[in-house]
């Protein structure tokens, strides 16, 4: 590696990786995964490393891939529903929501304001879910044990929550073309409310813990820096962009469904602790996300209207000739559908864009030249669901 | 010992004659094996009770139960754990250097189990309850901890697997470092002290706690022991530097390809270190077997009792304190953790030397 790339590479990491890095020695090639602690599902990557400093990453996918996209083909619109619900297994009801929303833009299909809401509300919950996962992975990989069991001790109330929805605890089959399943269940509404405000407060807990911990912040600030030029010219959507400084939120950029109503902020990362667009930014602005999803959750909850929640659409529906792309803001960055229909009853060719395939292919640039330590905070910190990637 | 095996004498030249013509290194060799025998089962049983504890604090602060189901609260679960782990197969990875690899967690275990030999765990006959009694027992303490390191090292090679290399390589460079400010930082007690003696120095802490060395000369003792405690948690690889083992970096580091009984030998030596490093600051800092109040609670002889109770009350908060950072902190990065060691902790415990040299002089 020339010098100049590695002192650039290695920008942002500490003054004895920038050392050690520019000294040749001999490579060590490690896999790490697909069996690795601190693997997110399936992953591998073949690290070339001297000593602790990490020279070249190849990421391997494919240890998962199931066809998904072929199989849309196979399936008529309603079909393939439950399959998306598997494109992100966090964050089952987001992906549901975009499929829905995908195919009824297509088909020209009105949904009911109640179910709109409906939407909203899951979206924003699962939304929680997703990042509290993230909070206690992330603390895992910096060797943090405990935000892991405080989140899934507050995700337990999310997931209840699903449960009498739909009474599932993973994959949500909820959503309908059209609108959603089912009314909410009685006693959802105080249910979700006092989540709200049983939660919020839980947050400063987690900042306490962890955000604001001295050996966390020096484990994450400063390190693995994504710049925005880099992360727009990667195609880094969703936290990790505005992690970067980046204000792109498709909910405020591209508003769908009932987000225009709604009065909620961007969290954008300024910098606190370190350089924009590093690891503990990446980290940071998923906790202050959470704080604006609980603020959306409230003004649904309070706003939701009366009425139906589904527009009857006939099982064996056709959608007209035509194409659409349509994206969201899930929890993890732009999830877009590219469905093109030949006016049959299941897409002609349905492609998904997902966030993590593309947020996976920065980590080599992130990460090379620093420790494999960072190496695994910068990876969770990406917050990459293998099974989207491999779909 | 010698006290002992002179009351044993003393006996066979009073009551059991018959005995007379066993030779005196016989009974060395016997005494040897009891006392090997006494510390290795305070070992193992600490080691066990501790796991279970540990279990119960970090069920505790992530409110959860911890175990519950063998035995009421689930006490009896080290024992459980501990006959499962004999009962696991034992596997050697074909990549493996099979006779290192067998031979090292005896080693780590060594280093952990000889550091008890020399530490003064109460008084009786004005005496030092223990099992001996060195007057360089500081020194040889210091020494005799740092055989642990060459069991890791060993470990890590011979699994023939590059994270464990990793893992045992990344031990060698941090318990290295961080004996020296381990070393540094008694210095400044022995300074005061002016001797090696673990049971003299903590004779010289008699008379409540204003007397232990921590509070004797206030801020540079109680920064010997916070550069002690810190460093003492880097000996034993705990949060947050249990970087050689490091689970969610390099999967267990130098212990990944142990199983069963073998694995749990790293595991005891590991809590007996914890054990024996809080030990080890409750004998130089926190005044040993002495008790916080200026007298004795138990009179005469009948202080043995008072003192082991103090000891151990004492030492065992140090390890709950380690158990309590364990499910608090994140873990340091290797090369931040030398830089707390060689550019932080070393120049704090050379000041404090120099501190402690002044205000005697003075």
């Keep these: ?391 | 010992m010698q006290q002992l095996i002179d009351i044993v004498q003393k006996w066979v030249a009073g009551y059991l004659q018959f005995l007379e013509p066993v030779p005196i290194e016989i009974w060395y060799i016997l005494f040897m094996f009891i006392f090997a025998g006494v510390v290795l089962g305070m070992v193992m049983l600490f080691a066990g009770v501790a796991s279970y504890a540990e279990r119960k604090v970090a069920g505790h602060m992530q409110s959860r139960h911890g175990p519950n189901r063998v035995g009421p609260h689930g006490v009896l679960q080290f024992v459980a754990d501990g006959i499962k782990l004999v009962l696991k197969e034992d596997l050697i990875p074909d990549a493996a250097d099979k006779i290192l690899f067998r031979f090292a967690p005896y080693i780590v275990f060594l280093g952990c189990f000889a550091v008890f030999a020399a530490f003064p765990f109460s008084m009786v006959f004005g005496q030092s309850l223990g099992i001996t009694n060195l007057n360089i027992g500081l020194l040889y303490v210091l020494a005799i901890s740092s055989i642990v390191v060459v069991g890791i090292i060993m470990a890590g090679w011979a699994s023939g697997n590059k994270w464990s290399l990793l893992g045992g390589l990344r031990s060698a460079a941090q318990i290295v470092s961080y004996e020296v400010p381990i070393g540094v930082s008694f210095l400044t007690i022995v300074m005061i002290a002016g001797t090696l003696d673990l049971f003299e120095i903590t004779r010289q802490q008699d008379g409540g706690f204003w007397r232990w060395f921590v509070f004797r000369y206030p801020p540079f003792t109680m920064s010997a022991f916070f550069i002690y405690f810190v460093a003492s948690l880097a000996e034993t690889n705990r949060v947050p530097f249990d970087i050689p083992e490091a689970e969610s970096e390099i999967v267990a580091g130098y212990h990944t390809e142990y199983s069963g009984m073998r694995f749990s030998f790293f595991y005891m030596s590991e809590y007996g270190n914890m054990l024996a490093v809080s030990s080890l600051a409750t004998i130089v800092f926190l005044g040993g077997f002495q008790s916080v109040l200026p007298f004795h609670i138990l009179p005469g002889n009948w202080f043995v009792i008072e003192g082991l109770c103090w000891f151990f009350g004492k030492a065992l908060f140090l390890v709950f304190v380690q158990m309590w950072l364990r499910w608090t902190l994140p873990r340091y990065r290797v090369d931040q953790l030398m830089h707390l060691a060689w550019k932080v902790l070393l120049p704090f415990a050379f000041v404090n030397i120099m501190g402690i040299g002044i205000w005697m002089l003075i």
Excluded at chain 1, 90 to 118: D, H
Excluded at chain 1, 127 to 133: D, E, F, G, N, P
Excluded at chain 1, 166 to 184: E, H, K, P, S, W
Excluded at chain 1, 190 to 200: G, I, L, N, S
Aim: glycine fraction near 8%.
């Design chain 1, 1 to 391: 590696m020339p010098e100049s790339e590695t002192a650039k590479q290695s920008e942002g990491f500490s003054e004895l990786s920038r050392a050690v890095s520019t000294f040749v020695g001999e490579e060590l090639v490690i896999n790490f995964g697909p069996q690795h602690p601190s693997m997110h599902g399936v992953l591998r990557l073949i690290v070339k490393s001297e000593g602790e400093i990490v020279s070249e990453i190849t990421p391997v996918i494919g240890y998962l891939h199931r066809g998904m996209e072929k199989i849309a083909e196979r399936l008529n619109y309603h079909q393939f529903m439950p399959y998306t619900d598997r494109i992100d297994y966090l964050a089952s009801m987001n992906c549901n929501f975009a499929y829905a929303a995908t195919v009824e833009k297509l088909a020209g299909i009105e949904i009911p304001k109640r179910a709109e809401y409906i939407r909203v509300i899951m979206a924003e919950l699962n939304r929680i879910a997703s990042h509290l996962v993230f909070f206690g992975t992330a603390g895992l990989e910096s060797g943090a044990w405990t935000p892991i069991v405080y989140a899934f001790r507050e995700r337990e109330y999310i997931v209840d929550l699903f449960d009498m929805t739909c009474g599932q605890r993973l994959t949500y089959n909820y959503f309908r073309i059209g609108g959603v399943a089912d009314d909410l269940p009685k006693g959802f509404m105080e249910k979700a409310r006092a989540f709200c405000d049983y939660f919020e407060p839980k947050i400063k807990e987690y900042n306490e813990l962890l955000s604001y911990n001295e050996i966390f912040i020096k484990r994450t600030a400063n390190v693995a820096v994504l710049p925005p030029e880099t992360a727009v010219k990667y195609s880094v959507t969703g936290p990790n962009l505005r992690a970067s400084g980046v204000k792109w939120d498709l909910r405020k950029n591209e508003p769908y469904s009932i987000y225009p109503e709604i009065d909620f902020d961007i969290p954008v990362s300024s910098g606190e602790k370190g350089m924009v667009g590093d690891t503990w930014n990446r980290y940071i602005i998923r906790m202050r996300e959470m704080e604006e999803s609980v603020k959306i959750i409230r003004q649904c909850l309070d706003k939701i209207p009366e009425g139906d929640y589904l527009t009857k659409v006939p099982r064996l529906f056709k959608a007209p000739p035509g194409e659409v792309y349509c994206r969201f803001e899930n929890p993890r960055g732009e999830l877009g559908f590219y469905l093109i229909s030949d006016g049959g009853k299941s897409p002609y060719r349905l492609k998904i864009r997902t966030p993590s395939f593309a947020h996976l292919w920065v980590l080599p640039e992130i990460s090379t030249g620093g420790m494999i330590s960072d190496l695994i905070v910068a990876f969770g910190s990406l917050d990459l669901v293998v099974p989207e990637i491999d779909r």
